[in-house]
């Protein structure tokens, strides 16, 4: 792998590529350049049932002329078929329509933060450990009593090489590797079978969760599962576990997107500056999070990255902005650029996460007389348009302030303002993906039952 973490061969390849566009007659052109290799090991039974080794590269060029744009990929790695393509993309470009708010950043705000992310761990790792890692989370799912059979486990390596080049100047890059675990466990019988599962992943081996860890967590999950109940319609408290409650706030990015919000199709629209939580909560998103899973020193139109707080105090302070959105609103960008080999640069959040409240989930439990601990949402119903949310969910029923039988085949619903509006967290916020949560409790949701 030592060739991959040299990002020197990845750079000249971008640039020879925005050396041939700028020579087809763009006016102005930018590459990404994206290399990587990733080992992956399968087991089901006791048995590997997949092993995977991969290793590949590709490139995309956007080129512009005048307000004009194109954007090709290849991942032809002899320059010498550079011209050609360039010369396809600027023809592209040049009966491409007019896009005002697209083009490049001004040289002057490129960069890269001056902060190490610590994002690579370039330690030996072969197949064969993979395996055993896969294994040892099997076993301990399978050693949990009510455990009858394995979904399989796995265990995964990647390492990825990332090079943004632009005719303004900027060329840097930077280097992730990737580390997973994963466990699914089936327990019970026939049609009362139930199936869970746990998984973790890092950039770095030693902050991996352990895989007998994983493994059991998988069981205990799938057991505690069994028999679930059904419920009556009506409504109630709903408390997230924070396996699910991340997804709430990935709901107020999808509004809160500079996509969105120039659309006019995002229920945030009007509402920058107003209390849209209760006092208390804040949002952020970190992109220079030391270690996080989505940091980045810069983003996808090559600017530095920094810290932004969507939501301060509950009132929202900002959106998720690129240059062209930010261009389009009249607004600052926020650096928040994400670019895919074949797409032009969009907003996206990095490292977003809800701050911790004060109460343990203990706590907040214990104060609920009737409602649902979820740990397991269903299906994609959350319209960030009109902010209508109904999912379908799973998880235990919560009586007295105490967590009693599971339950499964229910709905729970409402609307995104107004869960806003009510929400309240715990203080057990964990950096486990790329957005985060703690539990969270919100009170007065629609549950459909039988």
């Not at 949310?389 to 998880?395: E, F, T, V």
């Amino acid at each position: 792998m030592s060739d991959i973490l040299d990002l020197s061969p990845l750079k000249a390849r971008a640039a020879a590529l925005v050396e041939a566009a700028l020579k087809a007659g763009a006016d102005n052109a930018d590459a990404v350049a994206v290399r990587g290799v990733s080992l992956g090991a399968e087991v089901r039974n006791g048995k590997l049932e997949e092993m995977e080794h991969s290793e590949g590269g590709d490139l995309g060029l956007r080129v512009f002329s005048g307000n004009k744009s194109a954007i090709v990929s290849t991942s032809e790695t002899d320059t010498k078929g550079f011209a050609t393509l360039a010369e396809r993309a600027v023809a592209m470009a040049k009966v491409a329509p007019d896009d005002k708010y697209a083009g490049i950043a001004d040289a002057k705000l490129t960069g890269v933060a001056d902060t190490d992310l610590d994002m690579l761990d370039a330690g030996n790792v072969d197949l064969d450990a993979l395996r055993q890692t896969a294994l040892a989370a099997e076993d301990a799912c399978l050693c949990v009593k009510g455990v009858t059979k394995s979904g399989g486990a796995s265990s995964s390596y990647s390492l990825t090489g990332v090079v943004l080049v632009s005719s303004n100047g900027f060329a840097d890059g930077y280097m992730r590797s990737r580390h997973g675990v994963s466990a699914s466990a089936i327990a019970g019988d026939g049609t009362g079978m139930q199936r869970d599962y746990d998984f973790s992943s890092s950039l770095h081996r030693s902050d991996l969760k352990d895989a007998e860890a994983i493994g059991r967590g998988a069981g205990e999950r799938a057991v505690a599962r069994l028999n679930p109940a059904k419920m009556e319609t009506g409504s109630g408290t709903i408390v997230f576990d924070p396996r699910v409650s991340a997804g709430l706030v990935g709901n107020l990015a999808g509004a809160a997107n500079g996509s969105a919000i120039a659309r006019g199709t995002s229920m945030l629209k009007n509402r920058m500056g107003s209390q849209i939580f209760a006092k208390g909560i804040t949002i952020v998103d970190d992109p220079l999070r030391v270690r996080g899973l989505s940091s980045r020193p810069f983003d996808g139109d090559g600017l530095p990255t920094r810290k932004l707080t969507l939501v301060e105090d509950g009132v929202l302070k900002s959106w998720l902005l690129d240059l062209a959105t930010s261009r389009e609103l009249n607004l600052e960008t926020t650096a928040s650029a994400v670019r895919g080999i074949g797409s032009a640069p969009s907003p996206s959040s990095s490292n977003l996460a809800m701050l911790p409240g004060t109460e343990t989930p203990e706590a907040l439990i214990s104060g609920v007389k009737s409602g649902i601990y979820v740990t397991e949402l269903i299906g994609r119903g959350a319209n960030t348009v009109t902010g209508d949310y109904s999912r379908g969910a799973a998880g235990f029923r919560i009586r007295d302030g105490k967590l009693a039988e599971p339950v499964a085949e229910i709905t729970i619903a409402g609307n995104l303002i107004d869960m806003f509006a009510r929400l309240i967290p715990a203080n057990d916020l964990e950096y486990r993906y790329g957005t985060n949560a703690p539990t969270i409790l919100i009170e007065g949701m629609t549950i459909a039952g039988r």
